[in-house]
């Protein structure tokens, strides 16, 4: 039984409240990916660790970019809720609490964390937001929780850890 560890990582000064209702909604939304399984994932706040399985780093806005601190030229669309980029056998990601249009409530975290994570496992697949069942990992994210396709990719990418950015 493994125990996959989603590692939160604060920049933008939440509060208590705000990470309740990030870390609620992303255990439960890549959970469901595990359940029916003898694996599960544990999403906890604190510092990203080389033992982690993924690292979502959290920002107020692209403007804040942890990302750019490490890759300072990669380009995000500017209405993403959130963005993973990869450099050699390197992830980051991050999710954000503002865009142009408006704030990310904190139950659309979960979804957000899953695509992203998908980009994350696997880093070199241009097709993800075909290949990967649509729905959740569409380029457009809906307001809804993985299907059935997205939660086997999810599982397999979990399965096959690589470094993320701390």
């Known amino acids: 039984m493994a125990v996959y560890s989603v ?20 255990q439960r939304v890549l959970g469901l990916a595990f359940v029916g399984t003898n694996d599960s994932i544990h999403a906890s706040w604190g510092v990203g660790a080389a033992s982690d399985n993924l690292v979502l780093h959290f920002v107020e806005d692209i403007a804040n970019s942890y990302l750019r601190q490490r890759w300072p030229n990669m380009s995000v669309d ?9 450099h050699g056998p390197l992830s980051g990601t991050e999710l954000y609490r503002t865009r142009p249009a408006g ?40 307001d809804q929780d993985p299907n059935d396709v997205n939660k086997e990719w999810l599982r397999k990418g979990f399965a096959s850890p690589n470094p993320q950015l701390l």
Do not use: M, W
């Open 103 to 142: 704030p990310i409530t904190l139950r659309r975290y979960g979804a957000l964390a899953f695509h992203e994570a998908l980009h994350n496992l696997f880093p070199f697949r241009s097709d993800q937001h075909t290949a990967f069942g649509g729905g959740i990992a569409s380029a457009h994210i809906p």
């Open 78 to 86: 500017p209405n993403a809720g959130g963005h993973t980029h990869s």
């Open 7 to 26: 590692k939160l990582v604060d920049h933008r000064k939440s509060t208590a409240q705000e990470q309740a209702g990030v870390c609620a909604s992303v």
